[in-house]
Every structure is written in C-alpha cells, then in structure tokens.
Nanobody
Framework: QVQLVESGGGTVQEGGSLRLFCDAA????????MRWYRQIPGNRRELVALVRSDGRTEYLDAVKGRFTISRAGDKMTVLEMNDLKREDTGLYLCNIDVRSFTGYKSEWGPGTQVTVSS
C-alpha cells in the first residue's frame, strides 16, 4: 500500500515563501508524473505544477516565475513557493502516478494548508 504525506504548509504574509514537501511511503517500483494541486472551499481543484519522470515541468500561468517544482527520485516532490499572494491560499494536495507490485494507480495525499495573509 502506498501513502503520500504532504508537509510544509502554514501561514505566511504576502510576499513570503514556503516550501511544500510530499513524501511517498510504501513499496514503489517507479513513479511517473508528480503533481501539486490546490483547492479552495467552494471552488474546483486546480493543477498548480507538475514534474515528469524526465524532469520536464509545467506550471499554472498564475504561478509561473514564482513557484518551482522538483522531484528527488521516485519518493519525493517539492514545491517551492516564492512571492506568495493572497490568491495562493488553499489546500495543497500532492498527486503521484505510482507503479507498485499491486498495479498502477494515481495516489493522493490528504493535503497541507497554505494561508497567505495581507
């Protein structure tokens, strides 16, 4: 069984920085795309950034130049967030496509809250 756990969220003032971590635990053969989503109550979940197994990245236009996604092997992804804005507030969720001995599945973590205050 594979589990994802996010950490690093918190409350920060506008213009500040946070670094989010997502750790995957369990018997993992390999992982493909690693993604960070964010969700605001009452709004749909939006894809913030992704990193492919070959290192290629993609970003939501609103975070380009401010956020950087990276990965460390098959079990960790990091989202570095700089120059945070109030509209970046939300629950940030990690999503990883995992290949394990039980098959191939897109796994989710419970999320970590990011609050940006003025």
């Amino acid at each position: 069984q594979v589990q994802l756990v996010e950490s690093g969220g918190g409350t920060v003032q506008e213009g500040g920085s946070l670094r989010l971590f997502c750790d995957a635990a369990g018997t993992i053969i390999s992982t493909d795309i690693m993604r960070w989503y964010r969700q605001i109550p009452g709004n749909r979940r939006e894809l913030v950034a992704l990193v492919r197994s070959d290192g290629r990245t993609e970003y939501l236009d609103a975070v380009k130049g401010r956020f950087t996604i990276s990965r460390a092997g098959d079990k960790m992804t990091v989202l570095e967030m700089n120059d945070l804005k109030r509209e970046d507030t939300g629950l940030y969720l990690c999503n990883i496509d995992v290949r394990s001995f039980t098959g191939y599945k897109s796994e989710w973590g419970p999320g970590t809250q990011v609050t940006v205050s003025s």
